[in-house]
């Protein structure tokens, strides 16, 4: 699951040479971008720090910057995940019987947090059918969150997936979702019309 924050720094050549320079001593819970790079002489240039926790805890690390023949910069990196617990309203969602080709009526799916801190959220679903929006956000403490599901399917079939919501320092949410997708029945009432 991957739940990372960014924020950048910048680095800055003072002198009158470039600057190449290389990251050392990287983690998978702070990681810099680019690993490497040259920052021509009296320019500077942006460094994103990813931090990529692996659960709820408090993680700190220094990450060291080697300038060839120049001296070592530090970089101390801190960060915090609280422990979330969300859980779904629903317990499933069925969208019924959905003609092919015509978009399903849009639904909401809730999601509490249940926790005095706020979380953070992104939702998976790789179903072409599915449109869930917002797919990333954060959830107030003790308040519910509602996402909207629209449905549309150019194929008959049982359809059948869950969404996945990702919680930073939590568990994994899953909702069912199920839709039958049929041919619409068209005909004409009056087989023979009179004039």
């Not at 422990?83 to 809730?110: M, R, T, W």
Request: proline content about 5%; aromatic content about 8%.
């Amino acid at each position: 699951m991957e739940m990372f924050v960014k924020t950048a720094l910048v680095v800055t050549n003072e002198g009158n040479a470039p600057a190449e320079f290389n990251w050392t001593n990287t983690s998978e819970v702070f990681t810099p971008y680019p690993l490497t790079d040259i920052v021509p002489a009296g320019q500077s240039k942006k460094v994103e720090i990813i931090f990529n926790p692996a659960g709820p805890r408090n993680d700190d690390e220094t990450l060291v910057m080697q300038v060839k023949d120049g001296a070592d910069e530090e970089v101390k990196c801190q960060g915090n995940v609280s422990p979330s617990q969300c859980v779904f309203i629903e317990k499933g969602l069925d969208f019924g019987n959905v003609h092919i080709g015509l978009k399903a009526k849009s639904y909401a799916v809730h999601v509490k947090n249940q926790m005095k801190s706020a979380a953070i959220f992104h939702v998976e679903c790789e179903d072409s059918e599915l449109k869930i929006y917002p797919k990333q956000g954060k959830i107030g403490a003790d308040q519910k969150f509602a996402f909207t599901v629209d449905f549309i399917s150019m194929k008959e079939m049982e359809f059948e997936s869950e969404i996945i919501v990702n919680i930073r320092g939590g568990k994994q949410l899953r909702l069912p979702i199920c839709a039958r997708v049929i041919q619409p029945e068209v005909y004409i009432e009056e087989r023979i019309i009179d004039f």
